[in-house]
């Protein structure tokens, strides 16, 4: 591999890792808010205000 | 950790693109997604087989867990063994010995998964699931991987019992205790992981002897192995005929487990008699590949089953 296409390979992995990372945290977002709901279920809004 | 620079059969794949850095499918290879697959049929077995109910959303959650926390494990695992692995013709492949992972990647993306699959079990299902997975992780890491794989031929007997505990996790995750069934299936696999995994040690014996890792067949000889696989298979067939004794598998399990117990004891017994080397590795390459159906097909069974009981009803 020379460099620049080594230089736009590394690119293109480090940018499919990072949008990896964010789909595993919005995954994550999503999965907590499910359990929240399913936990408390309509308890979920039983607060005092 | 040593160097991975001065491993064999990785040297040459390293230098063509660890600048660039690993990809997502390598990050995925980490985790052992065979295995993993394996780990998510076992607990979803537990989990199903479990007396109660937990709410289908929380059920997924306790499986995504087990599973990622399996896949923290094989990372780790390929962190500590890279040297090794490298020179094994089977493992020289992953991606650190290939050069795409580095190995504190590997060991950084195997805590990160290790801490939330246990947290997040532990906070949303129940603490008993989440100390049962943490004591997987702890047990396959530091038990065995860092213990007992290079140090004793008994590393795959004891070290088995982490990759028994997921369906034990599944039932924990429903009912938040541990039970005799659950031992029970915990057992299964536990008795089924010696004669696997020796079947493949006997064909692959130079790969572990190259690495000085003390597989039975290195240490003993192949002859002991042959011996100890027909032991564990008669340990394991029976044992295996036992949910359907104790009654909370029925008739089409126990006829399951019998048939191809029937089958998985034909096979070592095969080993055992074979004249030459050529045959018992030929042999032990089927038993290996069939042990694997084997051990699917009793949790499929114990699943078919659970599941048609509660159509039905």
């Known amino acids: 591999m020379n460099e620049p296409e080594d230089e736009a390979e590394r690119r293109r992995r480090q940018r499919m890792r990072s949008l990896a990372i964010g789909l595993a945290l919005a995954a994550l977002a999503i999965l907590f808010y499910v359990a929240t709901i399913v936990r408390l279920g309509g308890n979920v809004m039983n607060r005092p205000l | ?120 079990l532990g906070l949303i299902v129940n603490w008993v699931a989440g100390a049962l997975l943490a004591l997987t992780i702890a047990f396959y890491i530091f038990v065995y991987t860092m213990w007992l794989k290079r140090r004793t ?5 004891i070290g088995g019992a982490a990759g028994a505990f997921p369906p034990m996790i599944g039932w924990a995750a429903v009912t938040g205790s541990v039970s005799v069934e659950s031992i029970l299936l915990f057992l ?35 002859l002991e192995t042959r011996r100890q696989i027909v032991i564990y298979s008669a340990l394991l067939v029976p044992l295996a005929v036992l949910p359907a004794l104790m009654g909370f598998a029925g008739a089409f399990y126990g006829a399951t487990a019998i048939i191809l117990g029937a089958v998985f004891m034909a096979l070592a017994l095969g080993i055992w008699s074979a004249e030459d080397d050529r045959k018992v590795d030929h042999i032990a390459r089927h038993l290996f590949r069939f042990s694997i ?18 159509v039905m009803s």
């Open chain 2, 1 to 120: 950790m040593a160097d991975i620079a001065h491993t064999g059969i990785g040297i040459e794949r390293r230098a063509l693109s660890s600048s660039a850095g690993g990809n997502v499918s390598d990050f995925i290879t980490l985790m052992k997604p065979r295995v993993m697959s394996l780990v998510i049929f076992t607990a979803l077995t537990g989990l199903v087989l479990a007396p109660g109910t937990l709410h289908p959303a929380l059920a997924f959650i306790a499986l995504l867990c087990i599973a990622v926390g399996a896949g923290a494990s094989g990372a780790l695992n390929m962190w500590y063994d890279a040297d090794i692995d490298g020179q094994m013709q089977r493992t020289a492949a992953r991606p650190i010995p290939r050069g795409h992972v580095t190995a504190e990647e590997a060991l950084t993306f195997g805590v990160v998964l290790s801490v939330f699959s246990v947290f997040t």
């Open chain 2, 153 to 157: 031929p008994q590393n795959i007997v």
């Open chain 2, 188 to 222: 299964i696999i536990f008795m089924w992981t010696p004669p696997h995994f020796w079947a493949l040690a006997l064909y692959r014996c130079r790969d572990y002897e190259r690495v000085g890792v003390p597989m039975l067949p290195v240490v003993a000889g192949r």
């Open chain 2, 293 to 310: 159906f084997y051990l699917f097909m009793l949790f499929a069974a114990l699943l078919v089953e659970r599941v048609a009981a509660a």
